[in-house]
């Protein structure tokens, strides 16, 4: 018997099937990003790392999550992704973190949740697909419509587009991306290709980032100062979605 990510798996992993289950697999590409969810659990265990991912599994209010920091950008958030939801059952993947603000109004601090996941950098319209669409696959990838609706009526969250590209969203590049995706309000490195495993293997999928920059003129400041303080953003609406009960605060 050997392991993934701290769980035991028969011979022949990661394709074999999981014999572990949690509530929710949690997936962020930088240790400040998944640091909120560590900073709440009651208990953490089986700390584990796999190629270029750290996972550990942690409780929090009661619930087990599989957290995962995946490394930067697409290929390391699908890999992670990938063997984690072949180490465990889980009923949902949650992209966390920060991402760029990429629509008019979208100020640093908002927390975003996906409805729609699209990779900014996909032009296949030569041979009739969208803009954003990966040839074969849908337009763009959903994400699950009960825990969408409840974020629309939490205070202080967006909900609409995202989406991901390995280039940074700045002043030569933001208008074109806002033509091109209208109704997007972020932008990062990973969040679409989370989703097309989700999609591939058909779980549940949401994405909740808070915005640590703005995709423009300013793109980059202040980013090292925010992005602690917007994950943690990120972690409340997530946990909040989750039912996950908020920490008792001593003092």
């Not at 997007?184 to 591939?200: G, P, R």
């Not at 293997?201 to 920059?213: C, E, N």
């Not at 303080?229 to 605060?249: E, Q, T, Y």
């Amino acid at each position: 018997m050997s392991e993934l990510f701290g769980v035991p798996v028969a011979p022949g992993a990661p394709l074999t099937a999981p014999i572990a289950t949690v509530d929710a697999v949690v997936v962020a590409a930088m240790d400040e990003e998944i640091a909120p969810y560590e900073q709440r659990a009651d208990s953490l265990a089986h700390q584990r790392h796999v190629g270029m991912a750290r996972s550990v599994i942690a409780t929090i209010g009661g619930r087990q999550l599989l957290l995962i920091r995946s490394g930067i950008g697409g290929v390391n958030a699908a890999t992670a992704t990938a063997l984690a939801v072949h180490a465990v059952r889980t009923p949902l993947v949650v992209s966390t973190g920060s991402a760029g603000g990429l629509a008019d109004g979208v100020r640093v601090g908002d927390v975003v949740v996906g409805d729609e996941h699209a990779y900014a950098g996909a032009d296949a319209t030569a041979f009739g697909y969208a803009l954003g669409q990966m040839p074969g696959m849908p337009a763009t990838y959903p994400a699950v419509d009960t825990l969408v609706d409840r974020a629309r009526n939490r205070p202080g969250v967006l909900v609409g587009a995202m989406i991901s590209g390995d280039s940074f969203v700045d002043a030569r590049t933001v208008d074109a991306h806002r033509a091109t995706f209208p109704r997007a309000l972020t932008a990062d490195m990973e969040t679409t290709a989370i989703a097309q495993v989700c999609y591939s293997f058909g779980i549940p999928y949401l994405a909740v980032r808070g915005v640590s920059d703005l995709c423009g003129p300013t793109a980059g400041d202040d980013f090292r100062l925010a992005v602690d303080d917007v994950a943690a953003l990120a972690a409340d609406v997530v946990l909040d979605l989750l039912d996950v009960p908020a920490p008792v605060l001593n003092g």
